[in-house]
């Protein structure tokens, strides 16, 4: 029987400022999203137990991908000025695309992300620069159907 699980070679991860696509970061290592809901617990007298409530509070992950050429420094620096400024000069889209052992397709895209800290990693002699993205949104992804 064949697996019938999604696989991280299943997935395609792009970034895109004012919806061009950013060339320059391709060679994505990792990709991770949590969708933040805060649950809270009250306690009410005369009622036996408590009840629960649910808030949505947006969504944040991590990017990791290897340098492949200088374009990668200019797009850092222009999140690290649009930060400075604290003006969103242009904005950023993180588009996440499933491919499902069915055939098919679904892409969650996280638009106007906010940034982090992004270390830049260099291990080794022989190893690649690595750099990761810390971003976040306020709201939740849109959810396509492809």
């Not at 991280?8 to 895109?16: A, E, H, M, N």
């Not at 797009?75 to 499902?100: C, D, G, H, P, Q």
């Not at 190893?127 to 971003?135: I, K, M, N």
Request: charged share 20%.
């Amino acid at each position: 029987m064949p697996d019938l699980h999604l696989a991280g070679q299943d997935t395609k991860v792009s970034i895109s400022t004012d919806n061009d696509e950013v060339e320059s970061i391709t060679d994505i290592n990792s990709f991770d999203a949590t969708f933040h809901i805060e649950r809270t617990q009250e306690a009410y007298q005369g009622r036996p137990g408590v009840s629960h409530d649910e808030f949505a509070m947006g969504c944040s992950g991590n990017i990791a991908f290897n340098a492949k050429n200088p374009q990668v420094l200019d797009f850092v620096m222009k999140l690290y000025e649009r930060a400075e400024a604290r003006v969103n000069s242009f904005k950023v889209n993180i588009m996440s695309t499933f491919f499902f052992p069915d055939g098919s397709v679904r892409l969650l895209i996280f638009r106007d992300a906010a940034f982090g800290n992004i270390p830049i990693s260099s291990q080794g002699k022989t190893s690649h620069v690595g750099f990761t993205l810390d971003w976040a949104i306020g709201g939740k992804p849109e959810n396509i159907t492809a």
